[in-house]
């Protein structure tokens, strides 16, 4: 199994905090956001190797934090603004080709997505289920709050039988987070996907593209969820994992 790590965005709802620091390499609690995550895949023996994609204004910063972290490769999408950007599905199927991986399972986390659950768990859940793929839900618990995300309906043995990105009438609190496991026979299916023209960007387009034609699961998790979008989601963050690693809360984020 390899892991890949979706870092290529431009995060211009952070600006000025991300004009010259990438999100995922913002501290929080301490650490860089994306050694938080790299903890979590670290957890899952199967993996053998992680592929971080970013894109060519952030490259450099990318492969310094990589420096000494073995098994962490960097790629750069080749793309310098939002304009020419690949989208998140698009990256997916870049690191793909060029590092060669339709012959393996996938693990494929957002570089902003930060949780507590254990992948190790997910991953052995997921081997349960034969050759399907599968994404991560957190129940939000509040159909005010669902039509934020996108919301996932689910079937027997918890396969997924629906998925509607910020329904206007949720039906659901099941919220999709950007954790996704894909088995290496659906892997093909991503050059598919874009082949017949669909947007590259939202990995949830490509769970709703995928579970009318394959099996697809949701793992429902327990414990704290942040998907880091805004300032506001960054100080909380920042100060739940201050409290956690005994550092002071701050008032206001600020680079360390």
């Given amino acids: 199994m390899k892991a890949i790590v979706l870092a290529a ?4 709802r952070l600006y000025p905090l991300t004009l010259e620091v990438a999100k995922p390499l913002l501290t929080v609690g301490g650490r860089p956001m994306i050694d938080h995550i790299l903890d979590r895949i670290r957890e ?25 972290r073995e098994g962490v490769v960097v790629h750069d999408d080749g793309t310098t603004s939002e ?7 698009g990256d997916i199927e870049f690191v ?16 902003d997505n930060l949780f507590d659950f254990s992948l190790a768990d997910y991953a052995g859940w997921w081997r349960s289920k034969g050759e399907a793929s ?16 996108g919301i996932v ?7 997924v039988e629906s998925f509607e990105e910020k329904p206007a009438e949720p039906n659901s609190t099941l919220a999709a987070t950007a954790t996704y496991l894909f088995h290496r026979a659906h892997v093909p299916l991503v050059r598919r996907y874009l082949g017949e023209g669909n947007s590259p960007d939202q990995p949830g387009r490509l769970i709703a593209w995928l579970f ?45």
């Fill in 9 to 12: 965005g431009y995060a211009t």
């Fill in 44 to 68: 899952v023996d199967e993996i053998d190797a992680v592929h971080v994609v970013t894109n060519g204004k952030f490259a450099a910063s990318f492969e310094a934090w990589a420096a000494g």
């Fill in 83 to 89: 304009d020419d950007r690949l989208g998140a599905i």
């Fill in 96 to 111: 793909v080709e060029r590092a060669g991986l339709d012959g393996d399972d996938l693990l494929v986390v957002a570089g």
């Fill in 134 to 149: 599968a994404l991560a839900l957190h129940d939000v618990g509040d159909l005010r709050l669902a039509v934020k995300y």
């Fill in 153 to 159: 309906g689910l079937g027997d043995g918890d396969r």
């Fill in 212 to 256: 009318p034609r394959v099996p697809v699961f949701g793992y429902m998790f327990d414990g704290d969820w942040r998907d880091i979008g805004d300032a506001a989601q960054l100080l909380d963050a920042d100060n739940r994992l201050r409290a956690l690693g005994g550092l002071p809360a701050r008032d206001t984020y600020g680079l360390d």
